[in-house]
């Protein structure tokens, strides 16, 4: 029988690559947690009405991307293709949201049966936040400065902008939508076969379309700012107040939309041109209407994704990922003869105790004395540490800098933590 491989798009992150996104991941979860954002974990299976529900029924998500199977039940179940469904059903039945403010965020895979392409992938995965009970611009802000203050973190700030836009009410959007599909009807054979099908479902997506025909039509469309309601307007002037004050720049841009339906009032997005083609990076807006819409009561909400494949491309590409940042060991402890591997054994677990940040390898599987020391300088760490009869008997280690070009020393156990401590790196904040 043949070798069984990976599903295509869905990739295998190998062990050279895990550091660099253990890198992203804390980097983020520090940043939230100094805004007061807290861990949630939910399932990558949902029951598929979850999604027509929230996500709308005519989205291309729903119609032609989602993994749904039916299980020995019965019962229709979906892979989530985006979390804050998933998020929002979580929090409504653990009773999260009652009369109280609630920030929250998630990290994990998510699924969407699309052309795999560079950045884009069927399993991919994402960083969400969320953020439950706050109305007014004032969170809005908030959340666009918090990811600001992101992309600075990674170095990223100068390869990064926003784009913002009101989508107004569900009621503005109809009337909008009316004179859109009024508009575009006149031109239908004209449009893509995309936007064509859009016409009849959900027509605010041509407003994304990427066919430069289609764009050269929408110039004289009727614009969704026109339609705002005052107090979408309020709230977006109010918004756009405050990213002035902070002196966070962006954007504004009447074509974006975001394709999911649960969307209201503000949504954004950070894009990039360092991935070649124009890519987000990051995106979101606001939903008040979802958590009523799957049965709870009425919440507002605002919150974004972000797209891990696509930002450790971007640190990789763009050679943002500090050198500190690396699965290279501190230190190697190697014993010569069965009581010095049983000594190289006592003493690591004694410096793991001591020591508790550092990677620590001992030596295992025999050989002699230059193929242990190979295998030390292999392992990257900065210093091997080595017992032999004269160290076993005299109550001492030998110190072989790897890295430095200094000498070797013979130190007493009593001061071994002590020279180690000025020898090795301060551990940084992205290993620790």
Same mark, same amino acid.
């Not at 600001?148 to 390869?159: E, F």
């Not at 909008?176 to 575009?184: D, I, K, P, T």
């Given at each position: 029988m043949g070798k069984i491989n990976a599903i295509r798009g869905m990739n295998d992150i190998l062990p050279d690559q895990s550091p660099t996104w253990q890198y992203l991941e804390r980097t983020t979860a520090r940043i939230l947690h100094g805004y007061g954002y807290h861990e949630i974990r939910m399932p990558v299976v949902e029951q598929t009405d979850l999604f027509k529900r929230s996500i709308g029924e005519v989205t291309d998500i729903v119609e032609k991307e989602m993994y749904t199977f039916e299980d020995r039940n019965g019962d229709s179940l979906t892979l989530r293709p985006e979390g804050t469904a998933g998020? /929002? !059903? %979580?929090? &409504?039945?653990h009773g999260l949201l009652y009369n109280q403010v609630r920030k929250l965020w998630y990290t994990g895979p998510m699924f969407r049966h699309e052309r795999p392409q560079k950045g884009r992938y069927r399993q991919f995965h994402q960083i969400g936040v969320e953020c439950f009970g706050l109305s007014g611009p004032d969170i809005d802000a908030e959340v666009l400065l918090m990811t600001? !203050? +992101?992309?600075? %973190?990674?170095?990223?700030? $100068?390869?990064v902008r926003l784009e913002i836009n009101s989508i107004g009410t569900p009621e503005a959007r109809r009337a909008? !939508? &009316?004179?859109?599909? %009024?508009?575009?009807s006149d031109y239908r054979d004209e449009l893509d076969d995309d936007s064509q099908r859009r016409l009849e479902t959900n027509p605010l997506r041509i407003l994304d379309s990427k066919a430069q025909h289609t764009q050269a039509l929408l110039k004289d469309a009727p614009v969704l700012a026109d339609y705002l309601d005052d107090e979408s307007r309020d709230h977006f002037d109010g918004l756009c107040r405050r990213l002035d004050a902070a002196g966070l720049e962006y954007a504004v841009n009447p074509g974006l939309v975001r394709g999911l339906d649960y969307y209201g009032k503000t949504v954004f997005e950070w894009v990039t041109d360092s991935l070649g083609a124009q890519g987000t990076v990051c995106a979101g807006g606001r939903y008040d209407g979802l958590v009523s819409q799957l049965g709870g009561k009425p919440t507002p909400a605002v919150g974004f994704a972000m797209g891990m494949e696509r930002l450790v491309l971007m640190l990789e590409s763009l050679d943002l990922i500090p050198d500190s940042v690396n699965d290279r060991a501190d230190l190697y402890v190697l014993g010569m003869g069965e009581a010095g591997e049983a000594e190289a054994a006592r003493l690591s677990e004694h410096l793991r105790d001591a020591m508790p940040d550092r990677m620590i390898l001992t030596h295992c599987g025999g050989g002699g004395f230059k193929s242990r020391m190979k295998k030390a300088d292999r392992s990257g760490a900065a210093v091997a540490l080595i017992l032999g009869e #004269? &160290? +076993? *008997?005299? #109550?001492? /280690?030998? +110190?072989? $800098?790897? !890295? *430095?070009?200094e000498e070797q020393r013979t130190v007493s156990r009593s001061e071994l933590t002590e020279t180690l401590a000025g020898l090795l790196s301060p551990v940084s904040e992205s290993t620790a």
């Open positions: 998020c /929002v !059903r %979580a929090a &409504e039945q600001a !203050r +992101l992309w600075k %973190a990674l170095g990223l700030t $100068p390869h909008y !939508r &009316e004179a859109l599909v %009024a508009y575009l #004269d &160290e +076993l *008997s005299g #109550d001492t /280690v030998t +110190l072989k $800098p790897l !890295r *430095s070009g």
